[in-house]
């Protein structure tokens, strides 16, 4: 039977079960979160590994830090493979640490490489995208609807740019929430705080916005296809500025 | 009057200027609101596909000057308005915690005269960073003919500074904008190159041309840009193609912007920043205009095709980037990813080189990808052009004149 091994939800989780399978030279024909749901010709084999608390450290001293930064947004990202791309990846890190990202001749490799700069170019731009709102009680909140899971990025961002401002970054989809006091902010299930609508006031630097966004175009250049490339629509509901015209 | 209508008035009359770039500054946000990012962010992109990042007024649409293509000369009868300082403030904070913008690109009229502007400009910019501790970006237009000590005031206040030539010719500049002197733009240039440090216009300073609203080439105006990043280290010169917004004798009637050659100025510019080739590598008398039909690299290779082929596993990364299809990163790639492996034509596939455009320019271990006997000028402008359907569509209709 195919043995796929599954792991509890979280990076350090599946790092450490990533070390462990290298380690012990399993080759698993899948790596899965533990809710998944398996075939018929498949095992799944729960290891129940206690956590590796110094794993992060390890993989930096041995490997850079260069290379967790591509463990952990290839982690971010909703691609179907991450976790056989990841294992692939590491286990090639370890037997070329000082090549490894040089080497794109291995599939692996380029894998990993193109998620990497797919979620940082999405996390780059949603640092861009996000909206927020002035809530009555002087609360920032955004929505955001992000392909990969860029939330934590851009909590990381928010946290050193609007330090001075309590603000929320609301994941819908993948229901969950950043939320900031002003020292640290904690990603948090988002049916621990509900938002009422009503909590939202209408807002006049929302519709300055608006005026600002209608003026700067200039009519004789009009490209709207250049504007999606840039912008594009599966972002809009949440960018009031064109959410309209969606 | 309503601070919304100002907003209009004063972001209309900003909107020309090509620069909204918040890029090459990391302020840190100590205490206050805001940082700023090393790349630069885009916040929105309007509907004529350009990027919003900053907050692009102007502090006043008043003017003592009469420039010829410019909205806001004295003698066009439009709506005047002045912001407060505070109203800057007001809506640069209140816009940047909602996170819209990246920060605030300040420019002006000249109001009475150049150091009372350049005043003004500071007075708003030290609200600004003083009183509410804003950190976020701040790019500035210095004011020319403004006293020497208010251009230093301003610079150690914003991440940009810049000031515009407008023209590429001192004689296009006196035939449009008569009261501008070059040399007061020069001054400042000079002077920030001299300043410049990380609490001095950290971010570097940068410059404008109108394209197309006198009748100079694209040879003077390369030449222009090239002496001016030689002479004054400029991060960047912005082209903006001449849009009529008022009517003279002295102006062409255009019906069109000339986006494309405003595009062509773009591709050499940069060929010029990161390529290291000079203007008369590709521009000279004989031929002082770009070819609309093809970008400024692949018409350099065809005329150089006594350079090519070159070899991928071989040539130093300078020599790579002259192949049309690589750039700036695929470039990097393969000069760092040649040391590990032998590259061949699938990795290059991979490195992101568009092999369509490169394949007449290179080989691989000696060897083609496409038959050597078809390595003809002709053959190859052609199918670069063919390839290409945006500027098939454009031409659609005018005669496809290639090969004359
Ligand atoms: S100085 Fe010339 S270009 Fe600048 S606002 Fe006045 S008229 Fe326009």
Known sequence: MDRVYVYQEGFLNLLTLLKYLIANKIKPFNIKEENYEASLLEEVVDLRLSLNKNILEEIKNKLGVNVLKILYYVYLSNDNNKELIMYYFYLNALKYPDTITLRRDLKCVREALKLEKYVGSEAHKLKGFVRFKELNNKVLYAKIKATNNCLEILANHFKRRLKEEYWIIHDEARHIMAIYDKKDYYIIDDNLLKMEDNKLSKDKYEDLWLTFFKTIAIKERENKTVQRNFMPKKYWENIIEVREEK | ?404
């Open chain 2, 1 to 404: 009057m309503e601070l919304k209508d100002k907003l209009r008035i004063l972001a209309d009359s900003a909107k020309y200027d090509a620069s909204c770039s918040s890029s090459g500054s990391n302020r840190q946000n100590k205490y206050g609101m805001g940082n700023t990012s090393i790349s630069g962010i885009c916040h929105s992109f309007s509907s004529d596909g350009r990027c919003i990042s900053l907050l692009k007024i102007l502090m006043s649409n008043c003017c003592i000057f009469n420039c010829k293509y410019c909205l806001n000369r004295r003698s066009n009868n439009i709506q005047r308005a002045t912001f407060t300082p505070e109203e800057v403030c007001e809506i640069t904070l209140n816009f940047y915690r909602r996170n819209y913008i990246e920060g605030l690109f300040l420019s002006s009229g000249i109001i009475k005269d150049a150091d009372y502007t350049m005043k003004l400009l500071i007075e708003t910019i030290s609200l600004l960073r003083f009183k509410y501790h804003f950190n976020g970006y701040i790019h500035a237009k210095a004011i020319p003919g403004a006293k020497e000590d208010l251009v230093k005031k301003l610079g150690s206040l914003v991440d940009r500074m810049s000031a515009n030539i407008e023209l590429p010719t001192k004689e296009g500049l006196k035939l449009l904008a008569p009261n501008k002197k070059e040399d007061n733009v020069t001054q400042i240039m000079q002077y920030v190159k001299e300043k410049r440090n990380r609490n001095f216009v950290p971010a570097g300073q940068s410059t404008q041309m109108i394209i197309g609203g006198t009748n100079e080439t694209d040879l003077n105006i390369m030449e222009k840009s090239f002496s001016l990043y030689q002479n004054y280290h400029l991060k960047r010169v912005f082209y903006s193609a001449y849009i009529p917004v008022n009517k003279d004798r002295l102006l062409p009637s255009l019906v069109k912007p000339p986006l494309k050659r405003e595009n062509r100025l773009y591709q050499a510019d940069w060929l010029l920043r990161y390529y290291n080739l000079k203007v008369s590598d590709i521009l000279d008398e004989a031929k002082p205009n770009f070819n609309l039909l093809i970008d400024p690299k692949a018409d350099y290779a065809l005329r150089h095709l006594e350079e090519y082929p070159k070899e991928i596993n071989k040539v130093n990364y300078y020599e790579l980037l002259k192949v049309p299809g690589i750039g700036v990163t695929s470039a990097k790639r393969i000069i760092q990813s040649r040391k590990v492996f032998k590259l061949n034509f699938d990795d290059l596939k991979r490195m992101g080189v568009v092999m369509k455009r490169a394949k007449y320019f290179i080989t691989c271990d000696n060897k083609f990808l496409i038959n050597k006997d078809m390595l003809k000028k002709e053959f190859i402008e052609a199918n670069l052009v063919l390839d290409n359907k945006p500027i098939i569509e454009e031409n659609i209709g005018k005669q496809l004149s290639l090969f004359g």
